[in-house]
């Protein structure tokens, strides 16, 4: 039993304007990979990239490479191969919830939602930012053109505040799959309004990540600004706020090369932070904050002398249990010195996401995961690599998670 | 350590920078050692800092704490059987307070220095007062807010004493009609919250389109400014309006914090807030936290010889402010002068989770 739509002039923001919302709740599915929704991406790439402000924000031209047709077509080539037999469907509606915080993160759960087949409901941040206002105006734009006219009922972009809570009650009440992004906090919330028995939740919650570097490797390396660029790109891009940006730092190797590598390649680092990252006053008090609590929480850490305050480093002698739960942000990274890779397997915990490394080979990797029968880290990508997404996240293989298997005998 | 009977017969704007710098260096070094012997948190932060306290510098150059850290964490340096008051900020409802535990000597030394800074601005003798707030916040004794220690401290200045608002935060305008008459042609010591002067006092004044004649009225007021600063009042509106409605010339601000009481920042006939010689403002610049330049804005740090109960006498704030100048305040007293400009904001820190956009 769907409850009633709450009055419509609640909604801070309808996409496209003439939407019927009362008959969303009818949307039926299509095949995942969809030729039109793929043609359909690639236009709304062109225009984005088109758009005048687009270059000012990288996130948006990441966005904007990642949806157009030669990428999106790998993919699809890829799940072909893979799974040829059945018969696939969109799962039906999908209700997304993108962070509040996090501009672009809303457009690609839309894609995914899209390429798996499915209506999508999505409500943007409610908060102002300029990245969505182009997202957003620039996808009107497109569905303008007569021939979307087939996207219109498989989209649909909302905004309303925190607090309207019958609206995601609304929403929640006819979804086939509920794609919640934010942080534990918003979950909980979200999770309070109920769907249907059949549907189920997609939830992203808050993780830890961190960064393996193996200083053998890294101390032969000509070029470490590639290297620094690419942790930068990792961790201060996002102000080190994204679940997948590392906030500790495991060095390997032998001493000697460990001590060099790690001169060098702060060096480099802190060269590119002096010229390019802002420090806020806000986040230097914080940073401040944290180093209190992790000192007083534990006895053995001691911060590495610095000048400034953008890149803080906090030396452990040892690996504690609770270590994601000192977590700076804006360049604020725990470091370890480990003999090899295993010994961080015993603080490993559900809440690890990304492993980014730098001289470690893939099998090397492999057998720390399964020997170690690992809860957590759901994804290890080289460093400078973290921010890419695709379409496997948090471990989910979200076209696959978002579409509906039918079989034939 | 210091002996208080020492040092609190020094008029309070009485050194120049040279001596100053000696005074503070030496008394708040000697905190800092004292504080890293008897609360072993501040101990823990000072070895990963790392800061060796057997080292001599400058005050400037000390350790210092967030100040939300006491909102965090109940640090003390003395033993629980010798707290004898627990002050907590005013927060409102859901928010973390900041819990300051004071032993009979850190607190006699806080009334101590208030009395001395305060004199300096409305002399020693005691004056009718009048308090601009209710007689309710002070209900729960056990419980100390800012606000109701903010009254309490201020009521030795006061010799006859009235709340002008009543349970229900109105104007007892009978009380107080009949408290000017027996005092009229007398000086008046006015006290209260800037917020509270300003929402329950002034608006509601102005409501009544009743005459209050303060002309012999000295108000000193503080508390911060987050409130009115929504409403675009600042310090010279908040002046001119007060002046308009009751008369009111002589009115001073000034700015403290229930982390360091006693060593207030008054404000002088310039407009300007006076560091005493008991403590200090440095303006520290977010990128690297070094002292910033006369004139230029940066976070301030309060220092204070004061906190000896807990380690409170070197705090970052989250208020920024600019040093105005030293020793050189045409009003005369010597130390630094500054203002407060704002509190930092939270802007828009970027990342995936919601953690930081609910903290702020």
């Keep these: 039993m769907i409850p009633m739509q709450p009055n419509i002039d609640t909604l801070d923001l309808l996409i496209p304007r003439d939407t019927h919302l009362e008959f969303f709740y009818q949307a039926r599915p299509i095949g995942p990979y969809d030729t039109t929704i793929i043609d359909f991406l690639d236009a709304w790439s062109k225009r984005l990239l088109a758009h005048p402000e687009c270059r000012v924000y990288p996130d948006v031209v990441t966005f904007a490479f990642w949806i157009r047709k030669g990428n999106i077509r790998r993919f699809r080539q890829e799940f072909f191969q893979k799974h040829t037999e059945s018969i696939r469907l969109g799962r039906g509606i999908v209700f997304h919830i993108a962070p509040s915080n996090v501009p672009i993160n809303f457009a690609y759960s839309l894609v995914i939602g899209l390429l798996a087949g499915n209506a999508n409901i999505v409500k943007i941040p409610s908060k102002a930012f300029p990245q969505v206002d182009i997202l957003c105006s620039v996808l009107e734009d497109v569905l303008q053109n007569a021939e979307w006219n087939a996207l219109k009922g498989l989209l649909v972009l909302v905004k309303y505040g925190r607090t309207k809570k019958d609206w995601t009650d609304w929403f929640s009440s006819f979804c086939d799959v509920r794609v919640v992004w934010g942080g534990d906090q918003t979950i909980e919330d979200v999770l309070k309004s109920p769907i249907p028995p059949r549907s189920f939740d997609i939830c992203f919650a808050d993780r830890y990540s961190i960064c393996v570097i193996n200083s053998d490797e890294l101390v032969q390396e000509p070029d470490m600004h590639a290297v620094a660029r690419g942790f930068y790109n990792d961790t201060y891009l996002l102000d080190q706020n994204a679940c997948t940006a590392p906030h500790l730092v495991v060095w390997l190797g032998n001493k000697k090369n460990i001590t060099i590598a790690k001169a060098r390649f702060w060096d480099a680092v802190n060269e590119i932070t002096n010229k390019e990252y802002n420090l806020i006053a806000v986040a230097a008090v914080e940073k401040l904050m944290v180093f209190c609590r992790e000192a007083i929480s534990d006895s053995t850490v001691i911060r590495e002398p610095v000048e400034d305050n953008t890149i803080i480093r906090m030396n452990l002698t040892e690996l504690p249990n609770n270590l994601t739960s000192v977590r700076g942000m804006g360049g604020y990274f725990n470091e370890y010195e480990a003999s090899c890779i295993d010994e961080i397997a015993q603080i490993v915990t559900r809440k690890f996401q990304t492993l980014s490394y730098y001289g470690i080979n893939k099998q090397e990797i492999q057998q720390f995961i399964l020997n170690h029968r690992l809860v957590g880290i759901d994804r290890c990508v080289p460093i400078g690599k973290t921010l890419d997404f695709d379409v496997v996240w948090d471990g989910w293989d979200l076209v696959i998670t978002m579409s509906r298997m039918v079989t034939i005998l | ?360």
């Design chain 2, 1 to 360: 350590m210091y002996d208080i009977s020492d040092i609190q017969n020094i008029p309070p704007f009485s050194l120049g920078r040279e001596q100053k710098e000696l005074f503070l260096s030496k008394h708040l070094r000697d905190l800092t050692l004292y504080h890293y012997q008897q609360c072993p948190e501040y101990r823990r932060i000072l070895d990963a800092w790392p800061f060796d306290v057997n080292v001599d510098v400058s005050y400037k150059n000390l350790p210092f704490l967030p100040v939300r850290l006491f909102k965090e964490y109940e640090l003390k340096s003395v033993d629980e059987q010798y707290v004898v008051k627990q002050m907590n900020s005013s927060g409102t409802t859901g928010q973390q307070v900041s819990k300051i535990f004071l032993d009979k000597e850190t607190a006699t030394n806080q009334t101590k220095i208030l009395t001395k800074i305060v004199s300096d601005f409305i002399g020693s003798k005691r004056l009718p007062m009048i308090i601009l707030d209710t007689r309710a916040v002070l209900k729960d004794r056990n419980l100390f807010s800012a606000r109701g220690a903010g009254i309490l401290g201020y009521s030795i200045f006061g010799s006859d004493k009235i709340y002008a608002l009543d349970e229900e935060m109105c104007i007892d305008f009978e009380s107080l009609d009949a408290f000017l008459e027996k005092h009229s042609g007398e000086d008046i010591f006015l006290f209260g919250f800037t917020f509270m002067v300003w929402q329950h006092f002034y608006k509601e004044l102005v409501k009544s389109r009743k005459l209050l004649d303060l002309s012999k009225g000295i108000l000193i007021h503080g508390g911060g400014w987050k409130k009115l600063v929504d409403e675009a009042v600042d310090n010279t509106t908040f002046k001119a309006r007060l002046k308009d409605v009751c008369n009111l010339t002589k009115i001073y601000n000034f700015y403290g914090m229930v982390e360091q009481v006693g060593t207030i920042y008054m404000e002088c006939e310039f407009g300007h807030l006076h560091a005493p010689i008991f403590s200090d403002v440095i303006i520290r610049n977010p990128k690297d936290f070094s002292e910033v330049n006369i004139g230029e804005e940066g976070l301030i740090e309060v220092v204070s010889i004061l906190p000896k109960s807990y380690p409170g006498h070197a705090l970052l704030t989250e208020d920024s402010g600019i040093i105005l100048g030293e020793d050189n305040c045409p009003c005369g007293r010597k130390g630094r002068y500054f203002s407060v400009t704002g509190r930092i904001k939270s802007a828009e820190i970027r990342g995936c989770s919601d953690t930081y956009a609910t903290k702020y």
